[in-house]
């Protein structure tokens, strides 16, 4: 067992779980050197700390909560920090889709489109984004990772996917 010291099988956790963070890491930093950084920071201290897992949350969102804040660390050493900006247009009223065929979803075009607007959302959009829709967190997992109240992660979800499909609107408009 891990917790107990057991090297094998933290290195199992750590093969298991590793690619699903790098991902999370990497929708939210942008930057592959970073993720690089703040995956590997974030496993070592999950090493280190080990003992402190106390199972009321899945590992995974143990170590994803570490993952985050060593990306957060990694970000401010080698980019510098800067507050976060907020959505102008919290209130406004979004545009319906209609109903577009399934092929707008499978296109390369499309995916490519959702990467990039992920990357324009403010980070504390697009990790609770991420954590939810991505990576299909619960409500109560993302939050207890992020270490927010599950009401303030609901707002910065809904927030979140507002501004997605501002940016994604393009896709559905009646052509």
Known sequence: MAQSGDQGAF???????????RGVLFRITR???????????????????????????????????????E??????????????????AIGERIPGWGDRPEEVFESHEFLAAIEAALGRLPIAYREVVVLRDVEGLSTAEASDALGIEERALKSRLHRGRMALRRELDVFFAPE
């Open 11 to 21: 290195t199992e956790l750590v093969r298991r779980y590793s690619p699903r963070l």
């Open 31 to 69: 930057n592959p050197e970073t993720t690089h950084d703040a995956l590997q920071d974030a496993l070592l201290r999950a090493w280190q700390n080990i003992d402190r897992f106390q199972a009321r949350s899945s590992f995974f969102t143990w170590i994803t909560r570490i993952a985050i804040n």
């Open 71 to 88: 990306a957060y660390r990694t970000i401010r050493r080698n980019e510098g920090a800067g507050a976060l900006p907020l959505d102008d």
